[in-house]
């Protein structure tokens, strides 16, 4: 299996609620990462994670909780969102660096609307 | 401060025509670069890297180190390849670089 899912495919929420978004890969990747993607706008780095452990956050709002539970999923928690964090969410997996540099392989993302 | 630029969003082209889209890097180390592509209702996926020098339908991509270049091609451009394009930097640190990415339409 070398794809990386992400669920849901869409998601609407209110700045009230509390939602997750979820994302599963079975390459082996020690490596996951979220991303965050507005319209006509390239993919910004939001979080990494390597072998389980946070490696990155970047500078990410706390009402963005990252989590990943095992070596094949990595979740994202969402509450109290406000409606600039609209935008299609991608999930990507890959090797880990060390001794070298591998591709990222992106999941479909999850469009998110925040009402 | 790593960046890359990718000066033109839209590139249009006539169907056969040679293609070039620009990348342009600012890193002091040795860089890792990649070419990634977005097609229609698809989701991102590697085009090919500098690393393994491979030619991936049709397009190359040569890394110039004295102009901090790192230009795809393609001598004959086909309508399968309109497309979003992103030239991609990383050192090796889990932080991958994109360039503002162009969009490429191939015209009949």
């Known amino acids: 299996d070398t794809e990386v899912t992400q669920t849901p495919k869409h998601l609407v929420m209110g700045m009230t609620n509390k939602k997750s978004l979820k994302c599963e890969q079975h390459?082996?990747?020690?490596?996951m990462y979220w991303y965050k993607q507005k319209a006509k706008k390239p993919p910004e780095l939001m979080f990494v994670?390597?072998?389980?452990?946070?490696?990155i956050n970047e500078s990410v709002p706390s009402r963005f909780s990252p989590e990943c539970p095992n070596s094949s999923l990595l979740n994202l928690h969402l509450h109290a969102l406000q409606p600039e964090d609209s935008a299609l969410y991608l999930c990507a997996s890959s090797q880990t660096a060390g001794t070298g540099v591998y591709e990222q392989y992106f999941g479909p993302g999850t469009r998110l609307t925040v009402t | 401060a790593q960046r890359v630029t990718q000066p033109e969003k839209l590139l249009s082209v006539f169907k056969g025509a040679p293609v070039e889209l620009k990348c342009n890097y600012s890193y002091s180390g040795s860089p890792e670069l990649f070419w990634y592509v977005q097609y229609s209702r698809q989701r991102l996926q590697l085009l090919l890297r500098?690393?393994s020098r491979e030619s991936i339908k049709g397009f190359t991509a040569d890394l110039n180190k004295g102009e901090t270049s790192f230009h795809l091609k393609k001598p004959f451009a086909q309508e399968e390849d309109s497309a979003m394009y992103y030239c991609v930097l990383t050192s090796g640190t889990y932080k991958y670089i994109f360039g503002t990415g162009t969009r490429l339409k191939v015209l009949a």
């Open positions: 390459m082996g990747h020690r490596a």
């Open positions: 994670y390597s072998y389980e452990k946070l490696s």
């Open positions: 500098h690393i």
